[in-house]
Nanobody, 125 residues
C-alpha cells in the first residue's frame, strides 16, 4: 500500500489543522493505522493509532483531548484532527499502516510496514 500524507502547515498556538493520509494500491480496511511525529533532533514518537474498522483508538498522553484520529475506509483515508495546537506539537507527521486483526491497534513504530512521506506542522507561539 502507498500512503500520502497532507494537510500540514504553519499555524499559531491554539489553532487547528486536519491531516489526511490517503492510501492507494490496497484496501485501507486491511490495515491498522497510526500517526507518528518527529521533531528536529528527536526520535520518532507515537501520536495516535486506530484499528482497522475504527472502533479502537489510542493516543499518546501528550495529545489526549486535543488530537483525534479517524478513518473513512470507503475513501481509503485516515485523518488526524488537531485542535488547540501547541508549539511543542511542531514536527513532521507521518502516517503508517500495519496488518492487524480487526480490533487491534499498534503503538510501536518499529512494527509498522508502510509509511507515508510526512507532512510538516509548525506551531508558532
Amino acid at each position: 500500500v502507498q500512503l500520502q500524507a497532507s494537510g500540514g502547515g504553519l499555524v499559531q498556538a491554539g489553532d487547528s489543522l486536519r491531516l489526511s493520509c490517503a492510501a492507494s494500491g490496497r484496501t485501507l480496511s486491511t490495515y491498522a493505522m497510526g500517526w507518528f511525529r518527529q521533531a528536529p533532533g528527536k526520535e520518532r514518537e507515537f501520536v495516535a493509532a486506530i484499528s482497522r474498522g475504527g472502533s479502537s483508538t489510542v493516543y499518546a498522553d501528550s495529545v489526549k483531548g486535543r488530537l483525534t484520529i479517524s478513518r473513512d475506509n470507503a475513501k481509503n483515508t485516515v485523518y488526524l484532527q488537531m485542535n488547540s495546537l501547541k508549539p511543542e506539537d511542531t514536527a513532521v507527521y507521518f502516517c503508517a499502516a500495519v496488518r492487524r486483526i480487526m480490533y487491534q491497534v499498534e503503538t510501536d513504530h518499529r512494527r509498522y510496514d508502510f509509511w507515508g512521506q510526512g507532512t510538516e506542522v509548525t506551531v508558532s507561539s
